[in-house]
């Protein structure tokens, strides 16, 4: 991993944590009370910026997380011959209440594990990884893709990233 793919993963990680906490970058310079400037957050999300290890353990401090969640590393290798970027679909989990009754039960006891072992107990998103989907779509007796559409169709795909 270069030097640009690292700031570059690192920037999403932060992001993806500011978004799960559900905070605009305007709405974490005013929790700071201007000590987190929103032009300088999203120089380090879009990986523009380096940021100091001092400045990331508070960063991380602020954000109420450990700072290994923040730093990318090898928790999701690649397989030979598989795309680089793999497949994240987030969720929102705020809108399961629009599943129906007789889908909802796999779904939510599904996304409830996932948020016990992650420790992420926001209940408005959820990321997905690829083999979480593929996971989910054999309680549903379907394929990944099928399984997205569904979600889809239901309401609950906040977005897809790659």
Request: charged share 30%.
């Given at each position: 991993?270069?030097?640009?793919?690292?700031?570059?993963?690192?920037?999403?990680?932060?992001?993806?944590?500011?978004?799960?906490?559900?905070?605009?970058?305007?709405?974490?310079?005013?929790?700071?009370?201007?000590?987190?400037?929103?032009?300088?957050?999203?120089?380090?999300?879009?990986?523009?910026?380096?940021?100091?290890?001092?400045?990331?353990?508070?960063?991380?401090?602020?954000?109420?997380?450990?700072?290994?969640?923040?730093?990318?590393?090898?928790?999701?290798?690649?397989?030979?011959?598989?795309?680089?970027?793999?497949?994240?679909?987030?969720?929102?989990?705020?809108?399961?209440?629009?599943?129906?009754?007789?889908?909802?039960?796999?779904?939510?006891?599904?996304?409830?594990?996932?948020?016990?072992?992650?420790?992420?107990?926001?209940?408005?998103?959820?990321?997905?990884?690829?083999?979480?989907?593929?996971?989910?779509?054999?309680?549903?007796?379907?394929?990944?893709?099928?399984?997205?559409k569904r979600l889809a169709e239901w309401g609950l795909l906040a977005s897809n990233q790659s």
């Open positions: 991993m270069t030097d640009i793919d690292y700031a570059q993963a690192l920037g999403e990680r932060l992001r993806n944590i500011r978004v799960q906490k559900g905070m605009s970058l305007q709405d974490v310079q005013q929790a700071s009370r201007g000590k987190w400037k929103a032009a300088v957050v999203g120089a380090y999300e879009r990986g523009d910026r380096n940021v100091t290890v001092a400045r990331l353990s508070e960063l991380a401090a602020f954000y109420g997380v450990p700072v290994s969640e923040i730093l990318p590393g090898d928790d999701n290798p690649v397989a030979p011959g598989q795309p680089e970027g793999r497949r994240r679909v987030v969720l929102d989990l705020e809108g399961l209440d629009r599943v129906p009754e007789s889908d909802r039960d796999p779904l939510a006891r599904f996304t409830h594990a996932i948020q016990i072992q992650r420790g992420d107990y926001n209940g408005r998103v959820l990321t997905i990884r690829e083999d979480d989907l593929m996971a989910l779509a054999l309680l549903y007796q379907t394929t990944a893709d099928e399984l997205s």
